[in-house]
């Protein structure tokens, strides 16, 4: 499965955007999808994931309440809309695939994905 990450851009500080990630052919059943990001001069990190049977959702400390990540099954499409940006959610952000079903919990780990996108750059500044 290919990954397309597509959505970034320069927005000021409390504003919003809406990221997307296009998969290549339609996914299974199970699994899930991720979201996670990089800043520069730091590590990847975990921003969020949905497990596609239930849909269930996990979140970064930092981006909860902020963020919503959503799936739409017909286009296999998965997006993630974020509000309320601040200067430190600056960073490229990566999609990333599973066809297997885990526990909540583990989406959060850069491992058990086997599919990455190729980023797309979004920037927080005024």
């Known amino acids: 499965v290919q990954l397309q990450a597509s959505g970034g851009g320069l927005v000021q500080p409390g504003g919003s955007l809406t990221l997307s990630c296009a998969a290549s052919?339609?996914?299974?059943?199970?699994?899930?999808t991720g979201w996670f990001r990089q800043a520069p001069g730091k590590e990847r990190e975990f921003v969020a994931a949905i497990r596609w049977p239930d849909r269930h959702t996990r979140y970064a400390d930092s981006v909860n309440y902020r963020f919503t990540i959503s799936r739409d099954n017909a286009k296999n499409m998965v997006y993630l809309q974020m509000n309320s940006l601040r200067p430190e959610d600056t960073a490229v952000y990566y999609c990333?695939?599973?066809?297997?079903?885990?526990?909540?919990?583990?989406?959060?780990?850069?491992?058990?994905?086997?599919?990455w996108g190729q980023g797309t750059q979004v920037t927080v500044s005024s």
């Open positions: 052919e339609r996914t299974s059943s199970y699994g899930g």
């Open positions: 990333a695939t599973t066809p297997r079903t885990y526990n909540t919990g583990s989406y959060s780990r850069e491992s058990i994905y086997d599919s």
